[in-house]
């Protein structure tokens, strides 16, 4: 699988562990950037991963930050990326199983490299359920595509 990772300065350490992890995974990493802890404004980064993962330069994507909150933000703003915070297992599968979740974000200020290492593997090996969660990514996926607007279905609220 080909992995596109990125990070700011505060992901920076976290994104070489990750990236390390990836190959001796058998993994092909694409790193995006940063290159330094010095100091740089994330949403570059995290919408080059998403830009890889949606035009298909790469399967997936990692994006790293100081609590992951900005970058999973920054990555969903391109479309067709699905990006998960998850800095605990149970949301690292969920996020694959559930959502088809195509971007992993992570906090380096909140994870360790332990347990990154195990987000990650779990996050990768995890496949899609499909069924029933489907019908819930097309809904996604037009809410994209039509600014933010989705028809109600007959007796659901708005």
């Keep these: 699988m080909k992995v596109a990772v990125g990070s700011d300065h505060a992901g920076f350490a976290l994104k070489g562990h990750v990236a390390a992890l990836l190959g001796r995974l058998g993994h092909e990493v694409l790193d995006l950037g940063t290159d330094s802890e010095e100091p740089v404004d994330y ?22 930050g100081g609590s992951g909150q900005g970058e999973q933000i920054s990555a969903n703003k391109v479309p067709g990326v699905r990006a998960a915070l998850c800095n605990d297992l149970y949301t690292a599968r ?25 987000i990650v593997d779990l996050w990768l090996a995890t496949p899609y359920e499909g069924g029933r969660h489907q019908r819930r990514l097309d809904q996604i996926a037009a809410l994209e595509a039509n600014g933010g607007v989705l028809p109600a279905p007959s007796g659901d609220r708005p």
Excluded: F, K
Excluded at 97 to 117: E, F, M, P, Q
């Design 43 to 64: 949403p570059i980064y995290c919408a080059a991963v998403g830009r890889a993962v949606a035009g298909g330069a790469a399967d997936r994507g990692i994006v790293i």
């Design 94 to 118: 969920m996020a694959r199983a559930h959502n088809d979740a195509n971007v992993l974000s992570l906090g380096g200020r909140i994870v360790a490299t332990g347990l990154a290492d195990e």
